[in-house]
């Protein structure tokens, strides 16, 4: 099935890490997304993995990928009050077709506190 | 650049009336697709264009028909609104791009249409 897991709720201290977890269910090959959704607005990716990468960073953002257990995570270093949004995790599946298309998570809601 | 544009931003209709969401992007992109979000359940595709002249139907088609009109716009229809289609809207476009048996598929989003539906 094409199933995507996180949690719905994080809450953090100014300037402590974040991080927000989900699990996916494709083991083969596949591109694994993060979004960022601020408040009133649409989604923005924030960063990707390939499904045979261990680990990604990006500034602030370390992504990392347990492909034993399907497990994807997002850290977010330095959490500051402009962080406070949802993140969507999403994987890639195949449709009727050929396309390739994103299967979002619930999202978790990151409330940062000053 | 304006990216993705959806128009309306808010919307209230009365039980059985029609509406047609807009939705027009300016990047060039081949694909695009309609999400509903809901609280707690996260988006779900209604329908996609994976090219200009192409339509498929998504998760949670029922209730909608959509129009590719052409390669910039990709219209969403409600024929006859019912409360359960109170949602936020959003529109997305992209070219995936397809190799040695992968695809990567980044999404660009529009802000969304707020929908009432009393």
């Known amino acids: 099935g094409e199933d995507v897991e996180q949690s719905l709720f994080l809450s953090v201290r100014e300037g402590d890490s974040s991080v927000i977890n989900c699990t996916y269910t494709d083991s083969s090959s596949t591109y694994l997304y993060w979004y960022k959704q601020e408040p009133g607005a649409g989604l923005q990716l924030l960063t990707y993995i390939f499904s045979n990468m261990d680990m990604k960073q990006d500034q602030r953002l370390t992504v990392l990928l347990n492909k034993k257990d399907k497990h994807l995570s997002l850290r977010i270093a330095d959490t500051q009050t402009g962080d406070s949004a949802i993140y969507f995790c999403a994987e890639s599946f195949m449709k009727t077709g050929g396309s390739y298309i994103p299967t979002f998570g619930r999202g978790t809601s990151l409330i940062v506190h000053p | 650049n304006a990216g993705v544009t959806q128009t309306p931003k808010f919307q209230v209709l009365k039980t059985g009336q029609s509406m047609t969401l807009q939705c027009a992007q300016d990047?060039?992109?081949?694909?695009m697709y309609w999400y509903r979000q809901d609280p707690g359940m996260g988006l779900r595709l209604i329908y996609y264009s994976a090219s200009e002249g192409t339509t498929d139907k998504g998760e949670v088609p029922n209730g909608y028909n959509v129009s590719r009109l052409n390669k910039r716009e990709f219209s969403l229809r409600l024929e006859s609104a019912a409360p359960s289609q109170t949602s936020v809207y959003f529109c997305?476009?992209?070219?995936?791009?397809?190799?040695?048996?992968?695809?990567?598929?980044?999404?660009?989003f529009g802000a969304g249409t707020r929908l009432s539906v009393l």
């Open positions: 990047m060039n992109h081949n694909s």
């Open positions: 997305a476009s992209s070219t995936p791009r397809v190799g040695a048996g992968r695809s990567k598929n980044i999404q660009y």
